[in-house]
């Protein structure tokens, strides 16, 4: 029985979430919210491919840093954002602003999958057209049925 | 026919696609700032610090600011090229020392070299954060107006030199004149 407790804490400890770094102290509940989504929809630029949460590089360390003391300063979300975009550009969203140039990473997706699904009903159109009925004499159709029926 | 000249086309539209995207380096990211003023700064000098350099010093003409720290290494590649462009007085160059300790960076100015008419000390990176630095070397020229001209992204080899920025520096040096 103390076997089974023991594996039972060691599976608890290793369900443990670990995380890239030690949440700091924050005045109120709502700042800590706002601080989560803010640094989870921010790109750190050395990882590239991890969030500013994600991530434990030196720069994403500071930029939390950043975030946390704009959010007490007062500052809004958006400005928090706009302040990033500023200085390391669309980038750093993990959702880039829709504008011209990224247009097509927005719809390039939609009008790929309009045009798949265009493709698709032309050839099945095109198939549903080729299926001719077979023509056959009443000689034929008479063999076939005996046949089928095991007559002959 | 067409059936076969399609697909083939799309895939070869593919190739050419996915051979650009080869081509050019993620980790180059476009800096917002070209074309902007150097964002207003004021930092204690790395050789003394109870005198000031902020962003009025980087006005008047042509120069160059390299952020630099004693503790990265792709600094020590650019790092000659630097002494020789200091050497042959072809601009102003200033350094923004870049999360480092005053005692590592002096000493590694002493052993390496120092190319740099004046160094900003940042500390904890936060001029740095304005600047949009994202990781050291980096590289700004900077016209006399104060305004950023290009950003130069690690390491500047000696083909960078001779095919991006020396035609710039002396394109403006021009204009200046």
């Known amino acids: 029985m103390r076997s089974v407790n023991s594996l039972f804490f060691l599976l608890l400890i290793l369900c443990m979430p670990l995380q890239a770094q030690d949440l700091p102290v924050f005045s109120n509940t709502e700042h800590k919210a706002r601080f989560q989504t803010l640094i989870e929809e921010l790109r750190c630029l050395v990882c590239q491919n991890q969030s500013l949460a994600d991530s434990d590089a030196e720069l994403a360390q500071d930029l939390r840093a950043q975030v946390l003391t704009m959010l007490e300063q007062g500052h809004s979300d958006q400005e928090i954002l706009e302040f990033m975009v500023a200085r390391y550009g669309d980038f750093v969203l993990y959702r880039p602003p829709v504008k011209s140039t990224t247009a097509f990473l927005w719809f390039g997706p939609f009008i790929l999958a309009g045009v798949a699904i265009i493709a698709m009903f032309i050839f099945l159109f095109k198939r549903n057209k080729k299926q001719i009925t077979p023509e056959i004499s009443d000689a034929q159709r008479k063999r076939a049925t005996a046949l089928l029926d095991g007559s002959e | 026919m067409l059936r076969y000249i399609l697909p083939l086309s799309l895939f070869i539209a593919l190739i050419i696609f996915l051979g650009i995207g080869l081509t050019r380096d993620p980790r180059l990211v476009p800096s917002p700032l070209i ?87 940042d500390e904890h990176g936060r001029v740095a954060i304005d600047l949009g630095v994202y990781g050291a070397p980096e590289t700004y020229i900077i016209d006399r107006n104060g305004i950023i001209a290009y950003k130069h992204i690690g390491p500047i080899s000696n083909k960078d030199w001779e095919t991006k920025l020396q035609p710039l520096i002396l394109s403006l040096q021009e204009q200046d004149s």
Not at chain 2, 46 to 71: H, I, P, T, Y
């Open chain 2, 35 to 121: 074309g902007k003023p150097v964002p207003e700064f004021a930092l204690p000098r790395l050789q003394s610090a109870d005198m000031e350099f902020n962003v009025n010093d980087l006005k008047g003409q042509v120069s160059l600011l390299n952020v630099w720290a004693s503790w990265c290494a792709s600094c020590r590649i650019e790092h000659p090229l630097l002494v020789e462009v200091a050497r042959e007085n072809i601009l102003p160059i200033y350094g923004l020392n870049y999360k480092d300790t005053r005692e590592d960076a002096l000493a590694w100015l002493e052993r390496f070299g120092n190319p740099y008419t004046a160094s900003a000390f």
